[in-house]
């Protein structure tokens, strides 16, 4: 015989038979919200690739259609608008020098930010942390508080209007935060590695170079992506420190593009076309690097 209390058999049968109830009533709901849920998402995504369709329809309409039915989506077809962009609009000659700007300062970014973030993250030196705030605080200082006093300071170097000059800015802009973000990679790192390392006799540079920098390869994709993006679609930069137009970017080359007292939609939309595709297969190529570091930082954070 079971010592339970018939009260407490009872409750207990009740329960049991009305577990099922109570998640067949919560089925409905739940679907619901999922439902719902997922409506969301599809109203924004197409909020969002709107614009894109738009730009990518108007580029390769017929001049004629994107007069008479601007808002259609690829009600024509044709090539002209792209290729007047690209001739006559000299945006070849822009993508040219967007690839010299950009390249160049990311590599120099990922390149310093990866030496810094190691030095502040795994050498012991007097002021580390000192220093390190100081480097970090240019992440909040906005450029437009010394962007007047940088141009006179590149005149009289001799380096305003050059690409060597505005590379300099652009990576020197991004180096607060790629050091802040390499250091994170290099923190979360097992210290018995180098220790390993200099057992067997390696130096500092070989630590460096064959046992820790393979290891933080995914973040370098990371930031390399996030300063390359940032640079790419820069405009001020460009348009205060090369003045000349000989090596306008597609950014400022856009801007220039709708000057006068009207605006030729079509070949505009074909240069903006022709500004994204590039981003676009950049990501398509390194998207796994992005992807291993924002989960690497998420799982820091």
């Excluded at 580029?59 to 007047?84: H, I, M, Q």
């Excluded at 006559?88 to 390149?111: C, K, Q």
């Excluded at 076309?273 to 950049?282: D, F, W």
Aim: charged share 10%; proline share 6%.
């Amino acid at each position: 015989m079971s010592d339970t209390p018939p009260l407490e058999l009872a409750r207990a049968a009740t329960s049991d038979r009305s577990a099922p109830v109570a998640v067949h009533r919560r089925g409905p709901r739940r679907t619901v919200a999922v439902l719902m849920r997922h409506l969301l998402l599809v109203v924004l995504a197409g909020l969002t690739l709107f614009p894109v369709l738009l730009v990518v329809s108007t580029a390769l309409k017929t001049p004629e259609d994107v007069r008479l039915n601007p808002f259609g989506l690829f009600s024509s077809f044709s090539w002209t608008n792209l290729v007047d962009a690209w001739t006559v609009g000299r945006f070849s000659d822009y993508l040219v020098n967007s690839i010299l700007l950009s390249v160049p300062s990311t590599l120099l970014v990922v390149a310093v930010s990866t030496m810094a973030g190691y030095a502040f993250a795994r050498l012991p030196f007097p002021g580390r942390t000192l220093v390190f705030y100081v480097v970090v605080l240019g992440l909040l200082v906005p450029f437009f508080t010394y962007m007047i006093p940088l141009y006179f300071q590149l005149r009289s170097m001799g380096l305003l209007d050059t690409l060597l000059g505005a590379n300099l800015v652009l990576a020197a802009t991004s180096i607060s935060f790629g050091t802040f973000f390499m250091r994170a990679f290099f923190t979360d790192l097992p210290s018995e590695l180098e220790q390993a390392a200099r057992v067997d006799g390696c130096s500092e540079a070989q630590i460096f170079l064959r046992v820790m920098l393979p290891l933080v390869s995914s973040g370098m994709g990371a930031l390399a992506v996030f300063t390359f993006l940032g640079n790419w679609n820069n405009f001020l930069i460009p348009l205060l420190y090369l003045p000349s137009g000989d090596y306008r970017p597609l950014t400022t080359g856009l801007y220039m593009f709708t000057g006068g007292r009207s605006v030729d939609i079509g070949p505009l939309a074909a240069g903006a076309l022709i500004t994204i595709v590039p981003v676009l297969l950049l990501f398509v190529l390194l998207q796994r690097q992005v992807t291993e570091g924002f989960i690497s930082g998420a799982v820091k954070g």
